[in-house]
T-cell receptor, first 113, second 112 residues
Framework: GEDVEQSLFLSVREGDSSVINCTYT??????LYWYKQEPGAGLQLLTY?????DMKQDQRLTVLLNKKDKHLSLRIADTQTGDSAIYFC?????????????FGKGTKLSVKP | ETGVTQSPTHLIKTRGQQVTLRCSSQ?????VSWYQQALGQGPQFIFQ???????GRGNFPPRFSGLQFPNYSSELNVNALELDDSALYLC???????????FGPGTRLTVL
């Protein structure tokens, strides 16, 4: 079945880079996503990558995809205290005409000043 | 352009009761998906509505049901509430054929 796994915690110092890793199982996934959730809030779409791409960069965010190993990572450059949140990796599963998201359990990023 | 909105923000119910949660999709979006997020977990897909019909369902029992209205807003209904139904319920809207789902702030349901 489909499964998405992430490490649960990451702690970095302000100004350092953060790298959050994720593995997924569905080889037919076409899109992979990163969402951010702040305490008590919904999910904010940060970025996503199509599976025929190796890398996508968007300002401080860099997504790397290793399709052979089914490994996805999110790098946040110059991490700030405002980046402290839970980050979810998700893959899209197509059933019917629309897709639904399969999420990992989330990685809690703590940024120390 | 308004984003996805959900109501109510918080809700407390007792076991066995029924609950209705509401979601208004982002302007221009015609597809609504519902997810359940238990404490410390990632969201789990409940079902999706497109053109007022259920268009995919996750591993949830029939006491979880929904509706989509002509204006694309949606309701999630849960009957015979159980303690394990306590969770954050998230609604996401999207445009069919597009690959981005945008989430609302969620409804926090507590079942006592």
């Amino acid at each position: 079945g489909e499964d998405v796994e992430q490490s649960l915690f990451l702690s970095v110092r302000e100004g350092d880079s953060s790298v959050i890793n994720c593995t997924y199982t569905d080889s037919s996934s076409t899109y992979l996503y990163w969402y951010k959730q702040e305490p008590g809030a919904g999910l904010q779409l940060l970025t996503y990558i199509f599976s025929n791409m190796d890398m996508k960069q968007d300002q401080r965010l860099t997504v790397l995809l290793n399709k052979k190993d089914k490994h996805l990572s999110l790098r946040i450059a110059d991490t700030q205290t405002g980046d402290s949140a839970i980050y979810f990796c998700a893959e899209i599963l197509y059933g019917g005409s629309q897709g639904n998201l399969i999420f990992g359990k989330g990685t809690k990023l703590s940024v120390k000043p | 352009e308004t984003g996805v909105t959900q109501s109510p923000t918080h809700l407390i119910k007792t076991r066995g009761q029924q609950v209705t949660l509401r979601c208004s999709s982002q302007s221009g979006h015609n597809t609504v998906s519902w997810y359940q997020q238990a404490l410390g977990q990632g969201p789990q897909f409940i079902f999706q509505y497109y053109r007022e019909e259920e268009n995919g369902r996750g591993n949830f029992p029939p006491r979880f049901s929904g509706l989509q209205f002509p204006n694309y807003s949606s309701e999630l209904n849960v009957n015979a509430l159980e303690l394990d139904d306590s969770a954050l319920y998230l609604c996401a809207s999207s445009l069919s054929g597009d690959n981005e789902q945008f989430f609302g702030p969620g409804t926090r349901l507590t079942v006592l």
